[in-house]
C-alpha cells in the first residue's frame, strides 16, 4: 500500500515536473524563436538569397527600345559588381530602412517628373537592366571625373556653377538630395554638360577628394553616341570608380529604371521637367542607396570606400561641362539650359528642394553653404533660402 501511494506521489511529482518544464521550456523557447524568428524574417525581407549556382551573365532577356536603345536583362546576381573583389562573396540588400522618403518641401508645383522615356517593357523580376553602349568611346570613361570642386589649374576643363554644404563639426553628412530641373542643352562631341548632386569625403587640396559619388542628368554626345538627356552616376572610391556599369562597384536591385536612361527635358517658357534625385547612407547596412523619385534603384556598398564608409564631408549640387577649347576660349556647349540664372523659373535650370541627411535619417536644409562658379563670364549661379514652394533651390547656367 505505502509502496502504491509513494510510486503514484512520484508519479505525480514527475508529471508537475515535466509539465512545469514544458511549461517553461516552451516561453523561453518561443521567446527565443521569436526573436531569432523575427531576425531571419527581418533579414530575409531585406537580403536576397544568393543561389547555390551563381548564374549565366547571359542576358535572360533583350529589350530594344523605340529610341534605339538596346537593354540587357542580366540575372541580378550576374551583374558586373561581383567582379570587385571586395563583392564576390556579397549578399544583396533589396531596401534600405529608416529613411523618409519624400523631401521636406516639394518641387515645383508647376513642373513634371523627368519620365523615363524607355518602352514601356520592364525587365523580369530577378534581373537588371544594364545599358548596351556604343564599343568606340572617346576616351576612358572611368576615369572621370577627379576633381569636383572649382579647379584652379589650367590643365582641367571641367567648368562649375554648384553650391556646397560643408560638414558641421560633430555631425557628419549622410546624403542630399534634391528636384533636377532636366533639359538639354547643345553639346559638342566629346565635351558634356550635366547638372548633378553629390556626396564628397577624405582629405582634400582645394582639387581631389578622395571618395565621392554622384547621379544627375548628363548629354554625353562621346559615351551615348548622341545628344540626347540622360540619366547617370559616378563613383570613385580608394583610388578606382566609373560611370554606371562601367566598372564593378554599384548594386543594382530595381528591374525596372536604368543607369543610362533617356530622360524628359523641359522647353524654354514652357513645360518644365524634373527629377527627385537622392543619395543617402542607410546606417543599419552602411551602404550608399540611390533613390530615383519614389524608387530604391540600388547602392554602391560600403567597402568600396575608405572615406564615405563612414560619412560625407560634403554635399553638393549644380552644373558641369567640359569644354575642351584650350586658353579659355568658348565651345559651343552650354550648362544647364543654356540660359543664365537671372531668367529664373522656365527658363534658366534649377535644383530645388535642396537637403542632406542627417545622421537620424532625416532631410534638413544645407547648412554653411558656400558657392563656386569657374567662368563667370559664361556660367553664373544664383542661390536662394527657402523661396516659395522651392525649398532651398539654386538657379545656374548660362550661354
Not at 29 to 53: F, H, I, N, Q, T
Amino acid at each position: 500500500m505505502e509502496k502504491g501511494v509513494a510510486k503514484v506521489l512520484l508519479m505525480l511529482l514527475i508529471a508537475s515536473l515535466a509539465a512545469w518544464e514544458g511549461v517553461d521550456s516552451r516561453k523561453t523557447s518561443a521567446a527565443w524563436k521569436g526573436v531569432d524568428s523575427r531576425r531571419s524574417e527581418a533579414a530575409d525581407e531585406y537580403e536576397l538569397k544568393r543561389p547555390s549556382v551563381m548564374p549565366s551573365r547571359e542576358p535572360v532577356k533583350i529589350i530594344k527600345t523605340q529610341e534605339g536603345d538596346v537593354i540587357d536583362c542580366v540575372h541580378i546576381y550576374a551583374q558586373p559588381a561581383f567582379d570587385h573583389p571586395l563583392l564576390k562573396d556579397h549578399v544583396i540588400k533589396t531596401r534600405p530602412r529608416g529613411i523618409e522618403t519624400k523631401p521636406r518641401v516639394g518641387g515645383r508645383p508647376h513642373s513634371h517628373g523627368a519620365d523615363f522615356k524607355e518602352d514601356e517593357q520592364e525587365c523580369p523580376q530577378g534581373t537588371i537592366p544594364i545599358l548596351r553602349l556604343p564599343k568606340r568611346h572617346a576616351f576612358n570613361h572611368t576615369s572621370y571625373p577627379k576633381t569636383l570642386t572649382a579647379p584652379s589649374n589650367s590643365q582641367d576643363y571641367r567648368e562649375f556653377a554648384v553650391v556646397r554644404g560643408n560638414y558641421v563639426h560633430g555631425y557628419g553628412l549622410f546624403g542630399v538630395s534634391g528636384y533636377l530641373n532636366v533639359w538639354n542643352p547643345p553639346t559638342e562631341m566629346n565635351e558634356y554638360s550635366a547638372s548633378r548632386i553629390i556626396v564628397l569625403s577624405g582629405t582634400s587640396d582645394g582639387q581631389l577628394y578622395e571618395d565621392h559619388i554622384l547621379a544627375g542628368w548628363i548629354v554625353f554626345p562621346s559615351r551615348f553616341s548622341d545628344t540626347q538627356t540622360r540619366f547617370y552616376t559616378h563613383w570613385q572610391g580608394n583610388g578606382a570608380g566609373c560611370f554606371d556599369f562601367d566598372c564593378p562597384g554599384f548594386m543594382q536591385v530595381s528591374p525596372k529604371h536604368i543607369l543610362g536612361k533617356l530622360l524628359s527635358v523641359s522647353t524654354y517658357q514652357g513645360d518644365q521637367a524634373q527629377l527627385l534625385v537622392r543619395i543617402f547612407k542607410a546606417q543599419e547596412d552602411g551602404n550608399w542607396w540611390l533613390q530615383v523619385e519614389d524608387t530604391m534603384i540600388g547602392y554602391w556598398p560600403s567597402s568600396l570606400f575608405p572615406y564615405l564608409s563612414w560619412w560625407a564631408n560634403n554635399t553638393e549640387w549644380g552644373g558641369e561641362i567640359l569644354n575642351t577649347w584650350p586658353g579659355g576660349s568658348r565651345s559651343k556647349t552650354l550648362m544647364g539650359s543654356g540660359h543664365p540664372w537671372i531668367e529664373e523659373y522656365g527658363r534658366a535650370a534649377y535644383i530645388s528642394s535642396m537637403n542632406y541627411v542627417n545622421g537620424d535619417n532625416h532631410l534638413k536644409d544645407p547648412t554653411f553653404v558656400t558657392s563656386f562658379v569657374t567662368n563667370a563670364d559664361y556660367n553664373e549661379l544664383g542661390n536662394y533660402e527657402d523661396k516659395d514652394s522651392m525649398g532651398h533651390h539654386i538657379y545656374f547656367g548660362g550661354p
